[in-house]
């Protein structure tokens, strides 16, 4: 009865107003040489976008946004923080306004799958200054590719300013948002970023047959001495994503206290590679799987001449067309490094193996429903007995989304404003205890320190007796 009240209404107006939201109303005359019954399926259509489908319609999408909402403010908390409670460790956090402040999920993104799809899709890179290239040669003959920004004189950081290593994950590398982003934010802090990209990665010359494994630090020991001879007057740092942090970390390890690196930070490290190589085989996570597969097969085949008439138990045609990560370490990287198995390559190549030996001052940062670097994978006994560690979690994040830092999936990561804060605020207490020689421009006070400035956690949570800060005495 209301459509056809509705219809009869239109039919005796010569203008008709259709039955749409304020925002898309137009006004629509008929044709004066048509008649009455040829303007009837018009009238009809117009009728119908004012039934109650298309008010139903608008109602599923309002409770599904404001329910989306709701779950995004439900599980948003504070990141939790384990470390021990050191003069060092306190003095260094309280000046980290991210990691003392709520981290807010993002509406539709409280899923670990969704975040880490949509953040590789949709997060684009800043626009930086075009990115000067060293290639370094290897003692073996292999190549890496150090990336850093051309930047004109007056934009460029003091000579002496604190120089940070970036090391992406699996075929990563300068190119990603993600790098660019850390690269931009780095110099905003006064930070000198370059980023090392392992043989091959980012159009990366391989002139050898060897790639790059979880296990080898002898590429990043190189490079470490390459840019102190670059910038001798510098102070090191490092950050590392994925399996570049699982490098990283073995490589603090091994150098004990005679790493020439000062602080560094590790995210989303998968710590354990039996554990995140079984995930690997559940459900959904096979997709990750398959598409890293993917990269490390492009890199072969690009370059599989090299491993023309090559002896030993290379598994060439598998690497070729392999469709796991695992296909391909079996096929090459094991076989490249020396390890009887597959196996026995990623038990020996995790670097939560490392973590007791770490002598200077590391930040893990991990999500705790990242998909690929598993949580159950994260060392948390080992952590804790190390005085010189701290663990970062967060409810949210995925795998190298982190879309909470304030851009959502299209800007740049949490984590980028944390480095920044988190690695100044550790350069000033080093400064300070005279742990470091000083230097013509020190790192600033907290408030020039980058990174969203939100709520501070409260006092007592800040100084180890909250609820989600863990002390180990």
């Known amino acids: 009865m209301l459509n056809a009240g509705l219809q009869r209404k239109h039919l005796q107006s010569r203008h008709y107003l259709t039955q749409t939201p304020a925002g898309l109303r137009r006004s629509v005359r008929p044709s004066r040489r ?71 999920m993002v509406p539709f993104l409280t899923n670990g799958h969704v975040e880490t799809i949509l953040c590789s899709r949709l997060r684009k890179g800043p626009v930086l200054d075009p990115y000067k290239r060293r290639i370094m040669a290897m003692p073996d003959g292999g190549s890496v590719a150090l990336d850093f920004e051309d930047l004109p004189l007056a934009q460029d950081l003091p000579k002496d300013a604190p120089v940070i290593i970036l090391l992406p994950g699996l075929t990563g590398g300068s190119h990603d948002s993600y790098v660019k982003h850390m690269v931009l934010s780095c110099r905003q802090n006064g930070l000198r970023a370059i980023v090392f990209n392992s043989r091959g990665t980012s159009d990366g010359p391989v002139t050898s047959p060897q790639f790059y494994s979880a296990s080898y630090t002898g590429d990043m020991r190189a490079v470490v001495k390459e840019v102190q001879s670059m910038y001798p007057d510098s102070v090191l740092l490092a950050a590392g994503w994925s399996l570049g942090a699982n490098i990283m970390v073995r490589y603090l390890g091994e150098q004990g206290k005679e790493s020439p690196i000062a602080a560094a930070i590790s995210m989303c490290n998968p710590f354990d590679l039996v554990t995140c190589d079984e995930n690997f085989k559940k459900g959904f996570n096979r997709v990750y799987d398959s598409n890293l597969a993917k990269g490390l097969k492009r890199i072969y085949k690009s370059h599989e001449h090299l491993f023309e008439g090559i002896q030993g138990e290379y598994q060439l045609d598998l690497a070729a067309n392999c469709r796991t990560i695992r296909d391909f370490d079996d096929a090459i990287t094991r076989v490249s490094f020396g390890w009887p ?133």
């Open 341 to 473: 198995s597959v196996d026995a390559y990623y038990a020996g190549s995790s670097s939560a193996l490392s973590i007791p030996k770490v002598a200077v001052p590391l930040l893990c940062v991990q999500a705790e429903d990242d998909p690929i670097a598993v949580e159950p994978a994260i060392p948390y006994r080992a952590l804790a007995e190390n005085p010189n560690c701290i663990l970062v979690t967060t409810p949210g994040g995925g795998h190298l989304g982190w879309a909470a830092g304030g851009g959502g999936p299209f800007g740049g990561p949490w984590t980028d404003g944390v480095t920044t804060e988190w690695l100044n605020s550790v350069l000033l207490e080093l400064y300070r205890q005279g742990r470091l020689p000083t230097r013509s421009a020190q790192p600033g006070a907290p408030a020039r320190l980058g990174g969203r400035q939100g709520a501070s956690r409260p006092e007592e949570e800040s100084n180890g007796t909250g609820r989600t800060l863990t002390a180990v005495q």
């Open 34 to 104: 048509h008649s009455k019954s040829s303007r009837q399926p018009c009238t009809a259509a117009m009728t119908l976008l004012g039934s109650p489908v298309v008010v139903g319609t608008g109602a599923v999408v309002l409770t599904a946004v404001a329910a989306a909402i709701y779950d995004a403010k439900r599980c948003s908390r504070l990141p939790k923080v384990k470390m021990q409670l050191n003069e060092f460790n306190r003095t260094v956090m309280s000046r980290c306004p991210n990691i003392n402040s709520l981290y807010r």
